[in-house]
């Protein structure tokens, strides 16, 4: 869906606002809620493909990694973690973390629009993964998302640094695919660490060179996305959730 609504600016805006709205009512289902939220990362990275010619060069890599990634983790003796019980919220709460998402992912795409970012889906993906159901939550997935980004950054350009050939990047990407997996139970697999690093690579490995350049536009992209999503759940909506809240719980108590 990204990747066909992006060529039309003005409709790829509201679309994404639908989008993320929808994601945020999602988190209230027991099952869904546990991918609803890495939607929003699959529809942005939609958003980046500005040209069937880079999807046929990247989509190769990207099966192999991801395709590598899931079977490693069916190998019989690493055991994964059991799914962790969805915390219930009230009805008000899904809809405001969906207002909350739809707006902030929806205003940074405007901004990328705006200021022409070679990646239309890094801002807006910065924006959705930090906007939580209260502000110490969003603070605290802001901090985790801009650690992530830096230091997932930092690696990848590591290995650009070591090598630029084909087979070498595509094997760092793959090892950072399986590490993803294996510490996804811990704190620092719980941040997208290495999911950024294997992003970058794969973005940068038609054209290595310039791969210190795109980890440096993650960075900057991402800050932009997680700034905008910090700054709307804290001002004006925890004013606007309050009175959302009060209104609907006098009306489901009049039911």
Same mark, same amino acid.
């Given at each position: 869906?990204?990747?066909?609504?992006?060529?039309?600016?003005?409709?790829?805006?509201?679309?994404?606002?639908?989008?993320?709205?929808?994601?945020?009512?999602?988190?209230?289902?027991?099952?869904?809620?546990?991918?609803?939220?890495?939607f929003i990362s699959i529809?942005?990275?939609?958003?980046?493909?500005?040209?069937?010619?880079?999807?046929?060069?990247?989509?190769?890599?990207?099966?192999?990694?991801?395709?590598?990634?899931?079977?490693?983790?069916?190998?019989?003796?690493?055991?994964?973690?059991?799914?962790?019980?969805?915390?219930?919220?009230?009805?008000?709460?899904?809809?405001?973390?969906?207002?909350?998402?739809?707006?902030?992912?929806?205003?940074?795409?405007?901004?990328?629009?705006?200021?022409?970012?070679?990646?239309?889906?890094?801002?807006?993906?910065?924006?959705?993964?930090?906007?939580?159901?209260?502000?110490?939550?969003?603070?605290?997935?802001?901090?985790?998302?801009?650690?992530?980004?830096?230091?997932? %950054? =930092?690696? *990848?350009?590591?290995?650009?640094?070591?090598? !630029?050939?084909?087979?070498?990047? +595509? #094997?760092?990407? $793959?090892?950072?695919?399986?590490?993803?997996?294996?510490?996804?139970?811990?704190?620092?697999?719980?941040?997208?660490?290495?999911?950024?690093?294997?992003?970058?690579?794969?973005?940068?490995?038609?054209?290595?060179?310039?791969?210190? %350049? =795109?980890? *440096?536009?993650?960075?900057?992209?991402?800050? !932009?996305?997680?700034?905008?999503? +910090? #700054?709307?759940? $804290?001002?004006?909506?925890?004013?606007?959730?309050?009175?959302?809240?009060e209104r609907l719980d006098?009306?489901?108590?009049?039911?």
């Amino acid at each position: 869906m990204g990747g066909n609504v992006v060529f039309n600016p003005v409709l790829s805006v509201v679309f994404t606002f639908f989008v993320a709205f929808n994601i945020g009512l999602l988190s209230g289902f027991n099952i869904m809620g546990m991918l609803a939220i890495h939607f929003i990362s699959i529809y942005t990275a939609g958003l980046n493909v500005s040209s069937p010619d880079k999807v046929h060069t990247n989509f190769l890599a990207f099966v192999l990694c991801f395709g590598w990634g899931a079977i490693v983790s069916l190998v019989f003796n690493w055991k994964g973690q059991p799914p962790k019980e969805t915390t219930q919220h009230k009805t008000a709460d899904y809809f405001m973390a969906g207002i909350r998402m739809g707006v902030g992912t929806s205003v940074a795409l405007l901004v990328s629009n705006l200021f022409g970012f070679d990646k239309l889906g890094w801002a807006p993906s910065g924006a959705g993964l930090v906007i939580g159901y209260d502000t110490e939550t969003s603070k605290r997935l802001a901090w985790s998302r801009f650690v992530a980004t830096l230091v997932g %950054a =930092v690696l *990848a350009t590591l290995c650009f640094f070591i090598s !630029i050939n084909f087979q070498f990047l +595509l #094997l760092m990407s $793959l090892l950072f695919t399986v590490l993803n997996g294996l510490f996804k139970a811990t704190k620092v697999g719980s941040m997208p660490l290495f999911y950024t690093a294997t992003i970058l690579i794969l973005f940068s490995i038609s054209s290595p060179l310039n791969g210190p %350049a =795109v980890a *440096a536009e993650r960075i900057l992209y991402n800050v !932009i996305g997680i700034t905008i999503g +910090l #700054l709307l759940v $804290l001002y004006p909506f925890p004013a606007l959730a309050k009175r959302f809240k009060e209104r609907l719980d006098a009306a489901q108590t009049k039911v």
